[in-house]
């Protein structure tokens, strides 16, 4: 790859940053956004407002090693009922909050492994979930499922209910590297969930792969690679592990002497990113990639793109109303998060209270801020509206930038643009653009940039 001492030069290799794709990053989170303040943004809200809907399940069968999400594992299926009866309850309490209406037009059931439902259970979910909010005009439901942890009867349900977009988990297809990860997953255990979709209908499957796993190599990524293609996925997010043992505790059990350094990390990501364009798919911001017709390749052409804590998106819908423990809620003034420990959220939901922990309130130059950084993280490049340009600090941190990164970025006072072979330095410049001392060489904190 081209530029990598440049990019060594600019510190993307050296640089220890949090993990930064959004603006505020969830570890801005405080008390101060409360039940009360929850209240009063579902109250306010305008007539039958937008909303989309995401529940968090955050059980799983088994802990995959690589994994930092917040899951929990489970042998049995005993926490299961009691858990969907308290989201449901959540889904009332919440709902009744919004006295001018709504009108749902996503769902995404996430965690963890939703699939670790029964059919049943999904059933009593989506069924309560439709009386509680109203879903028949949902634009999109989509799943995330764990092919290890799914059948027919599962699959028959949700798309009885409509599914209409599944994510798979996959990582790496390589047996010695899913041995390191603690995720064993076959090539046609995959193909035949895939098969089974398809034949429900549901042809919009997104696909999850890692770079930057232990034993990884240009040769088996390759092969992931094909044989993932081979399934014609209409999305693949290709994401960089992270190995962050000291946030999650289970990385402790992979190998790091079997890590690739960071200039291998890229040039990994860089093989697979030529070999995805190759085959037709369109890249979409720093890390996912979609085929022309897809709707993600489609917003992101129409500018329409956006980036949340979730992801890349289309969804251009006001609210994100987040269920269950953990999930996160999007609002027009702010971020509210559940509280994340499910026997804690138990009690709260046990007791008719609400389970907000935490979250972010955006001021005015919070929203400047986070629009330059979702236009970064969208389109690498960012045109400044009248208000940003008004904004002195703003224009000052983007010429100090600007100075700091000179040859990889292109400031003309109006626009701003980071030239291609800078593109991995964008989550290094987000966070240096609206939080400077964020950049240590701290121990406890790792790359943003790949």
């Given amino acids: 790859m081209k530029h990598v001492s440049d990019l060594s030069r600019l510190g993307l290799f050296d640089a220890k940053v949090p993990r930064f794709t959004s603006y505020p990053p969830a570890n801005w989170f405080s008390d101060s956004v409360d039940a009360s303040c929850t209240r009063t943004w579902h109250s306010d809200a305008s007539k039958n407002a937008e909303i989309s809907l995401y529940v968090h399940i955050p059980f799983c069968r088994r802990l995959c090693w690589f994994c930092a999400c917040r899951t929990q594992g489970t042998r049995n299926d005993a926490p299961l009922a009691p858990y969907v ?31 670790i439902l029964s059919a049943d259970l999904l059933d009593t979910l989506l069924s309560g979930l439709a009386d509680i909010w109203g879903l028949e005009n949902l634009q999109e439901f989509s799943v995330e499922i764990d092919p290890t942890d799914v059948g027919p009867a599962r699959l028959d349900m949700l798309a009885s209910h409509g599914l209409s977009r599944a994510s798979l988990g996959i990582q790496d297809f390589d047996p010695q590297v899913q041995d390191a990860i603690g995720r064993v997953q076959s090539r046609e255990l995959t193909q035949k969930v895939v098969d089974q979709l398809r034949d429900r209908g549901i042809e919009a499957l997104n696909f999850d792969l890692l770079y930057g796993l232990p034993f990884q190599t240009a040769r088996t990524l390759d092969a992931t690679l094909e044989a993932a293609l081979d399934m014609q996925p209409s999305r693949i997010a290709l994401f960089g592990y992270a190995h962050v043992p000291w946030m999650s505790k289970r990385q402790v059990l992979i190998p790091s002497d079997a890590l690739p350094d960071p200039k291998t990390r890229l040039a990994l990501f860089d093989q697979a990113r030529r070999r995805l364009l190759g085959r037709g798919y369109i890249q979409i911001g720093i890390d996912h990639f979609a085929l022309p017709h897809d709707p993600l390749a489609q917003a992101y052409y129409a500018k329409t793109l956006k980036r949340s804590f979730q992801g890349y998106t289309n969804d251009t819908s006001p609210y994100l109303i987040g269920l269950g423990a953990s999930a996160i809620s999007t ?52 045109d400044l509206s009248a208000a940003q340009r008004a904004d002195a600090e703003l224009m000052t941190a983007i010429d100090r930038v600007a100075d700091h990164f000179d040859g990889a970025i292109n400031w003309d006072g109006q626009s701003l643009s980071i030239d291609r072979w800078a593109h991995p330095l964008v989550r290094l410049i987000a966070v240096q653009l609206v939080t400077p001392s964020a950049v240590t060489s701290g121990e406890r904190i790792y790359s943003a940039a790949i």
Avoid at 336 to 361: C, M
């Fill in 85 to 115: 009866d308290r989201v449901l309850a959540e889904a009332r309490d919440v709902r009744a909050q919004f006295v001018n209406g709504v009108q749902p037009h996503r769902l995404h059931l996430g965690g963890g492994t939703p699939t």
């Fill in 331 to 382: 609002y027009p003034d702010g971020f509210a998060q559940n509280i994340p420990v499910t026997g804690q959220y138990a009690n709260k939901i046990d007791a008719g209270e609400a389970a907000t922990w935490r979250g972010y309130t955006l001021d005015a130059r919070d929203h400047l801020k986070a629009n330059l950084v979702e236009q970064l993280m969208c389109y690498h490049s960012a």
